[in-house]
């Protein structure tokens, strides 16, 4: 059973930093792509940043340059490391991972498998 469970959400001012880990177990992959998606208050989930397996990045125009998606050696834990937070990023934050694509990208229905879910809030 494939499971992915979210932590490190949570509140931070406005130019803060969290850092966001997912934790997942019971892939049948040796390749994939993961990611990482999120849904503000009132509006559609959208993708945020993904990962290859072999370490390929790709990111939301949003996010560039101040959010960072990387993976540990295991690959058993995926990351999320956010910087300079504003208001804007304040949303329900859910990592997915899906069978290895040859293109990267953060469309969701690419992915199976998605977590539940941890809320961050970035207040000014």
């Known amino acids: 059973q494939v499971q992915l469970v979210e932590s490190g959400g949570g509140s931070v001012q406005s130019g803060g930093s969290l850092r966001l880990s997912c934790a997942i177990s019971g892939f049948p992959y040796t390749t994939y792509n993961m990611g990482w998606f999120r849904q503000a208050p009132g509006k559609e989930r959208e993708g945020v940043a993904a990962?290859?397996?072999?370490?390929?990045?790709i990111y939301a125009d949003s996010v560039k340059g101040r959010f960072t998606i990387s993976q540990d050696n295991a690959k058993t834990t995926m990351y999320l490391q956010m910087n300079s937070l504003n208001p804007e990023d304040t949303a329900i934050y859910y990592c997915?991972?899906?069978?290895?694509?040859?293109?990267?990208?953060?469309?969701?229905?690419?992915?199976?498998?998605w977590g539940q879910g941890t809320q961050v809030t970035v207040s000014s």
């Open positions: 990962i290859h397996s072999g370490g390929s990045t």
């Open positions: 997915a991972a899906g069978v290895w694509l040859p293109i990267l990208r953060l469309r969701q229905d690419e992915y199976t498998y």
